[in-house]
């Protein structure tokens, strides 16, 4: 069993060698991408919530 698991072990440390890490640069410009995709879409939501709220309370 602690075979396997070094086993394993070994592979993940091979496989995450494999990985093509993102720069600090491209890391930050995708999360600012994210931040302001979120934002938008926060505001967008609201807007259209309290357009409905408006219309369900003149309806009640």
């Known amino acids: 069993m602690i075979a ?3 086993e394993f072990l ?5 496989e995450v060698g494999k990985v093509t890490w ?3 640069r491209e890391a930050l410009g995708g999360t600012v991408v994210v931040v302001i ?4 879409m926060a505001t967008f ?6 357009i409905l709220s408006k219309i369900v309370q003149s309806i009640i």
């Open 4 to 6: 396997r698991a070094l």
């Open 10 to 14: 070994a592979e993940v440390k091979a």
């Open 22 to 24: 993102p720069t600090r």
């Open 37 to 40: 995709v979120v934002l938008l």
């Open 45 to 50: 939501l609201g807007i259209i919530d309290a």
